[in-house]
């Protein structure tokens, strides 16, 4: 493994400082939101859509039906992963980019 120049790594000390601001920008911003297609939940859970139905079926996660159209619960995405020891700055960051929030 090579070792970084100490140019290099100030160089990457500032690029982690700019992408860190990002993502507290990012997730200050909240979408107005309330429920999402299965793909959404699959994204923003970094998961298959097998995965989001298994979640589903377990109660882990609140949907919502119309007609043919399965919509699944953003608060419940948000109390899952924050049950699951995700950091919600990260969390609504990977939302607001669904959205262009």
Do not use: H
């Not at 200050?28 to 793909?39: K, Q, Y």
């Not at 953003?74 to 049950?83: E, G, M, P, V």
Request: aromatic share 4%; net charge positive; hydrophobic share 45%.
């Amino acid at each position: 493994m090579e070792v970084p120049t100490k140019q290099e790594f100030e160089e990457l000390q500032r690029e982690v400082a700019a992408l860190n601001g990002l993502v507290k920008q990012m997730s200050a911003v909240r979408v107005n939101v309330e429920w999402v297609s299965l793909d959404v939940a699959a994204i923003v859970l970094n998961c298959s859509q097998r995965t989001v139905s298994r979640l589903i079926k377990d109660n882990q996660l609140s949907i919502l039906k119309t007609n043919r159209k399965v919509r699944v619960g953003l608060a419940s995405i948000r109390s899952y992963l924050a049950k699951n020891k995700y950091e919600p700055a990260i969390v609504e960051a990977r939302i607001n980019s669904l959205y262009g929030a």
